[in-house]
């Protein structure tokens, strides 16, 4: 006897939590040479009254390039190589303190939306860090410990 399979069944997504592995991975995106040249060669630009409407945003030609770099590699004949973003680029003895050791190739598939609000949010967490590090009276400081208590 076969079992009955619901027709009304629902799929439940659950959304991708953002790990310290996902930021390695775009920070490496950002900072390649194959996105400068990319995001360069971009013909596409929106108008001032795009911007000024936030019309913009995620869907401008750079955050497709940057989606596309993270989710799929960047061109084998590229500048970079296609794991480029896969790699740890500065060795550093905190990064392997942490429970999990990082590895930037071990990410997600992330949309450009997504991918912009975690950049914002790198850029936050690293002011909070700078503002800290540059504070008078805080000479003995390390700039990388505070960094990876965030």
Aim: aromatic letters at 8%.
């Amino acid at each position: 006897m076969a079992a009955d399979v619901p027709t009304n069944a629902t799929t439940v997504t659950v959304p991708h939590k953002i790990s310290l592995n996902d930021k390695f991975h775009v920070i490496n995106v950002f900072f390649s040479d194959e996105l400068t040249e990319l995001a360069l060669r971009s013909e596409e630009s929106a108008t001032r009254a795009e911007l000024d409407a936030g019309l913009v945003g995620h869907n401008s030609p750079f955050w497709k390039i940057v989606e596309s770099s993270f989710n799929e590699g960047f061109p084998c004949d590229g500048t970079d190589g296609m794991t480029f973003a896969d790699l740890i680029h500065h060795l550093h003895p905190l990064f392997h303190q942490n429970s999990t050791a990082v590895a930037p190739s071990d990410h997600g598939d992330i949309p450009a939306e997504k991918l912009m609000n975690v950049w914002k949010e790198l850029l936050k967490e690293y002011d909070t860090v700078l503002v800290s590090f540059t504070r008078s009276g805080n000479h003995k400081s390390s700039f990388m410990k505070a960094a990876m208590l965030l």
